[in-house]
């Protein structure tokens, strides 16, 4: 028994840090409400490209509140810079919006799905 | 992103990984430590450091280091287990930089030792005169073993042909005011017998002592919590902080 102990504890926190540090590929995809990432992102691609500037506005708070559920999930897992990069994104998309400028918007979408795909990758 | 919080959880995985990781490839006391140990435990060391505060990187490219590094430390421990020409090749082997009382300049040379570094070994050994050294041996781990000439070896009882018996190793019986009655089954000894000791010096409780041992000639040591020492001695050569 005792033996058992010795190999399965040591074994089963290895197993257990593994997991933690291996999270962030499953932890980013959608697991709940309002946290799709790509799948936002696609929709306000559509918007933008429809020039549908109100609901582009919408949508992109929904993708900020989404971020944040996706990034308390992956803390431990994914990078600081990716993480950070994202957040750039979105600051930069905000602005695009408010000029409604179509070609910039998307830029900065396609640039956030990049983070987003290599995040914990 | 809480970044305290991430720092945190990183060192937990950081400290037991490399706990986990050194209980599997440190057997050796660090004493023993070759040079390659040396830089091998630096190395590790600092892997699980950026694993811990480099948050710019995911944990696991570092953990990957980290187990590799330790995967290969193993390794090597296994070959030059295995293999004792390995075990030259990687850890070196003990030199003889003096023999039958002349210093091997070649092998000096070659350890690349000065004879001011083998000088300073030697005191460190006691040995202040070279004249008494019959053999030094660089051992791999970088110390000097020294064996004096036959006339500055010290007298043992053997050569006055007294007799001497073995003391062997003590066993604690108390520790810290708790009986341990393991050992005490162990010397075939009961607490009985043990408590009748105790009052033989003086004390009715197991709680006074602090600790008892006995040795296989039967020696018995009491050392009691009380000490009724008056005057302490303090080696301090001047006044610190307590």
Sequence with gaps: MRRFLVISIPL??????????????YLKLPLGKNDDIPGLIEVLIKD??????????????????????????VQFSAE?????????????????????????????????????????? | MNEGLVVFVRSIIAFFSLLIFTRII?????????????????????IAASLTTDLSSRAWPHWVGLITWAALGYLMEIVTLKWRYASKVLEGEPV????????????LKKAKYRISDILELMRNQGVFDPNEVDFAIIESNG????????????????????????????????YDGILIEENLRQLNKDKDWLMSELKAHGINSISEVFLVTLNPEGSIYIDKYDDHITKVTDIGDYKGPF
């Design chain 1, 12 to 25: 089963a926190t290895i197993i257990l840090f593994l997991a933690v540090m291996l999270s962030g590929n």
């Design chain 2, 26 to 46: 440190g057997k050796e006391q660090i004493s023993q430590l070759t040079f390659f140990d040396y830089v091998l435990g630096i190395t590790i060391g600092s």
């Design chain 2, 96 to 107: 003889i930089v003096i023999m039958n009382g002349k210093i091997m300049e070649k092998a």
């Design chain 2, 143 to 174: 110390r000097l073993s020294i064996l004096k000439k036959a006339e500055h070896l010290p007298v043992t009882r053997k050569d006055m042909n007294i007799p001497a018996q073995n003391t062997g190793i003590s066993t604690e019986l108390v």
């Design chain 1, 48 to 73: 933008i490209q429809d020039e549908q500037w109100d609901k582009v506005s919408q949508k992109a708070e929904e993708l900020n509140q989404a971020w944040e559920k996706v990034v308390f999930r």
């Design chain 1, 80 to 121: 600081r810079n990716e993480i950070n990069n994202f957040y750039i994104a979105l600051a930069r998309l905000q602005g695009a919006i408010i000029e409604k400028d179509r070609s910039s918007a998307i830029m900065e979408l396609k640039e956030a799905y990049e983070h987003w795909s290599q995040l914990s990758n």
